[in-house]
DNA sequence: GGGTCCGAACTTGGATACATGATGCCGCCA
DNA sequence: TGGCGGCATCATGTATCCAAGTTCGGACCC
């Protein structure tokens, strides 16, 4: 007896991604006050769908609430976006100790080294390549979404998920102009897939921590560089964070 | 000129804590759905305010949503449960690392002692006396908190608060039959203090993550225990508790 | 002239009415 | 008798309407 999930989207949840869209990529500045009824003219709804979506974005922390006196799209300086990348770094890290101690499976196993063969390839040229941006965010946000699914600790899976909806700290910003330290970042990934498939979870722990703590640092001392550029941001793998898998 | 902070307190805010309240001690079962109109009925108000407490609920995973399908209170198990300490640990145990860097002011210290002394006073007796489970319930927290404010990391702060609105990981929870267990627990928040105010963080980090971490695995290894407390039948493994509605 | 008080307009919160998809019953047919 | 299909019922999703709080401007008083 096969269990049918329910394919339906409500009004609610497209208004959500949209508006979550619009802020992550800066077409809705920070700062901004949301007024619910022309955003949801904008936007082609009624206000009771828009207000769900307000509701759901301002417990994400997207937007900051006040009673009677509406939503106001959130800001974030280096400061808020460095400690998110400290929080996140202490996750993964526990993701990457915890797959460590279950096992890597033979096909994740082979996805990873997938992820490992293509960054090899595309920083084989010693350069970066504005045109390998995409791919390589792709080939990223994957390798470590994989283990983070391998932590099998569904709260992990979660508070990562919310970190990633924070901006600048989301896997799809990732600072492009310098070959030595992507470089270093993708042998930081071959260094923990070997952590991993050697049951060392100590090893895999210390590398992941490390590997994303670097990169808040690296992003806070070129924040002004990221905020210049929000035209970088390039199409979004679609953000839906209820996507099971 | 004073700038006012709206104290203003909307039915949907009073409904979510009510709600909220309701499924982390049971009043609500777990498995039960949540039917709009009845609820609105029994909480006195519209569909309206409670339609935006659910969607609150939902996207902290205290209840499972589908479309056209609603709201059921989500199931924790053991496993879940212990899960959350996991992550729980590993940011509490971020958030100690970053209080001893910081340093303790002054006030913050007195406070911290004062709970020290209090936990002392309490444990004293050599023995659990039922009337001061309340009191150490209420110091642990303070105790907790004020070490999760200093980090000075607003995320820490937001992800810890979300582990413990989850049924069990709530520091309101508290295995009160082991006299040994509490009196180690209590002496670990001495160390901790001593760690913190001698700007060890590494000390005070993994003393804090196996403070926490020990939590975890005794009240998995008790969580019998524990579920029967609110007085139901310990929940009887239901068959037909795969169908879908 | 500046500050305060008052009120009107606007915005948000809540209630109700209407639309739409899910569920389950019942009868029909093989 | 068992399975399938359609229809009735009901719960949820959305729109609209009403209530209440906030904001801002202007007039009045000191």
């Known amino acids: 007896m096969a269990v049918y999930v329910s394919m339906m989207r409500t009004r609610s949840q497209d208004v959500t991604e949209i508006l979550r869209g619009w802020i992550l990529d800066g077409t809705v500045p920070a700062g901004e006050r949301l007024e619910e009824v022309p955003l949801a003219e904008r936007l082609g709804v009624s206000r009771t769908p828009l207000r769900a979506a ?32 400290e929080v996140r770094a202490s996750i993964e890290g526990l993701a990457c100790r915890l797959a460590a101690t279950n096992g890597v499976p033979d096909d994740v196993a082979a996805t990873l080294r997938a992820c490992l063969a293509e960054g090899d390839r595309i920083l084989s040229g010693g350069a970066l390549a504005p045109g ?83 990169a808040g640092l690296f992003l806070r001392d070129n924040f002004d560089r990221v905020q210049a550029k929000p035209g970088e941001e390039p199409a979004r793998s679609d953000p839906q964070e209820e996507r099971p898998r």
Do not use: C
């Open 54 to 85: 307000l509701t759901l974005l301002a417990t994400e922390r997207l937007l900051d609430y006040q009673p009677k006196r509406g939503y106001v799209v959130r800001r974030f300086g280096a400061d808020d976006v460095f400690a998110a990348y």
């Open 132 to 214: 390998d941006l995409q791919p390589y965010q792709a080939m990223n946000e994957r390798f470590h979404d994989a283990i983070i699914s391998l932590s099998g600790n569904p709260w992990v899976e979660r508070f990562v998920r919310q970190t990633h909806a924070i901006p600048f700290v989301s896997g799809r910003v990732i600072l492009w102009h310098d070959y030595g330290v992507i470089r270093r970042s993708h042998d930081d990934h071959h260094r923990i897939l070997a952590a991993l498939v050697a049951r060392d979870p100590a090893r895999a722990e210390d590398l992941m921590r490390e590997h994303v703590y670097f």
